[in-house]
């Protein structure tokens, strides 16, 4: 099978989706093409890749592949590089992006989610949680400013992201407390003496854009200088937060009456290395499985991730 590896597309994104430790024993059965640069974010040169089997290529011999492999959503301009039928492997979260669910259709483009790609337990095998949980809670002390001993936190949620972010204050001394859905009810209380709150709850699809736990009237409740600290970048108008919208790493946060919104589309860019790593060990086997099967004889668990 032939693989393209692409570059990622998001200003100051310097992530890599492969690195060549991962990629050697899948270029030693397949051909690969790697876009010109793709890792020299993280400080892998070109010829590292050419090292252990892959052919550094142009954007648009990467994208002719029959199975394109990248880390974040494609755009549209890259779909229309792919031909009908072919393959592209990466982050897509189609549940709550009607639009690019649209375009795969129309490019007749077949998706493999690298988020819905599950153990039997139900466990995402891609993931970095617990990292992007403490790198979106390193940056929101960063844009709070004062001494994280002296902030009070609260946390909405209690699961891998929360537990991340948890960890991040805990170890800066900060006061951390817990919100349930119990709190949620209750917000308006909560909010007066928070510094950072912190929503790590992925907000059911069917009160997306209908119910809100922070409302734009409760913002006049918060504290000058507070942070409202979004870990699950949802699509625009979809987060429990009704002034949150997505942020990117080269325009992370912004204000709305004088409340600073923070909401990264991609938190664990914050640590390209460290994160290319993880990424890597994790998509490499699955990448391998996927092209020595081939299409038509998945595994079930890859399967369930297939969207064409």
Known sequence: MDIGIAC?????????????????????????????????GIGIKDSRYE?????????????????????????????????????????????GNTHLRDLLKKYKITAIAMDEVKSPLGERK?????????????????????KPSECVVKIMGYGHLAYGAIQCAARKFARIIILNKQNFKNMREHIPETDILVNAINWPMEKRGKEFIITRDMLKLFKEGAIILD??????????????????????????????????????GLDPVNISRRYSLQVASILKEIAD???DNLPKYIRLATHK
């Not at 998001?10 to 024993?25: A, I, K, N, Q, Y």
């Not at 891609?126 to 004062?146: P, S, V």
């Not at 870990?231 to 009456?257: A, C």
């Open 231 to 268: 870990l699950i970048s949802n699509p625009p108008g979809q987060s429990p937060i009704e002034t949150m919208h997505p942020t990117t790493l080269d325009n992370i946060s912004y204000s709305v009456d004088n409340i600073i919104h923070t909401s990264c589309w991609g938190w664990p």
């Open 126 to 146: 891609i993931e970095a949680l617990h990292q992007t949980g403490y790198l979106g809670m390193e940056k929101g002390f960063e844009l709070w400013g004062g």
């Open 51 to 95: 090292d252990v089997g892959a052919k550094i290529a142009e954007k648009k011999e990467v994208y002719a592949c029959s199975l394109v492999v990248r880390f974040k959503e494609p755009k549209e301009e890259e779909l229309a590089l792919i031909k009908p039928g072919s393959v592209v492997f990466s982050m897509m979260h189609l549940a």
């Open 8 to 40: 990622e597309n998001r200003p100051e994104e310097l992530r890599v989706v492969l690195r060549p430790e991962e990629l050697r024993d899948i270029a030693a059965s397949h051909s690969v093409f790697v876009e010109q640069g793709a890792g020299i």
């Open 293 to 295: 099967t081939g299409m």
